[in-house]
Nanobody, 117 residues
Framework: VQLQASGGGLVQAGDSLRLSCVAS????????MGWFRQAPGKEREFVGR???????RYKESVPGRFTISRDNAKNTVYLQMSSLKPEDTAVYYC????????????WGQGTQVTVSS
């Protein structure tokens, strides 16, 4: 499966932003879709994931300002971010793993989100 993330940009603190990730290739239903982010000088961290049925799970440290969803008809997964803070500045990646796997094997190219204070 190929993943194409988009929607990043430069925003001000307090703004909202929605990232999108379009999947192509094998059946979208075969994959759990996840979002990750990597801030400057830090390791990449898991943000959350959504199953085909829409069940979501987030990393405990991820604020409630983030919501993951997917539109299976469009083969697209979203990351809605609100009340953005400068510490949310990072490259955001979407990723996919097969339902039976614990490892995310497929990655998008990343989209930069920069939040200015």
């Amino acid at each position: 499966v190929q993943l194409q993330a988009s929607g990043g940009g430069l925003v001000q603190a307090g703004d909202s932003l929605r990232l999108s990730c379009v999947a192509s290739g094998r059946s979208f239903s075969s994959y759990v879709m996840g979002w990750f982010r990597q801030a400057p000088g830090k390791e990449r961290e898991f943000v959350g994931r959504v199953t085909y049925s829409g069940n979501t799970r987030y990393k405990e440290s991820v604020p409630g300002r983030f919501t993951i969803s997917r539109d299976n008809a469009k083969n697209t997964v979203y990351l809605q971010m609100s009340s953005l803070k400068p510490e949310d500045t990072a490259v955001y990646y979407c990723a996919a793993r097969e339902v039976s796997s614990r490892e995310y094997s497929y990655w998008g190219q990343g989209t930069q989100v920069t939040v200015s204070s």
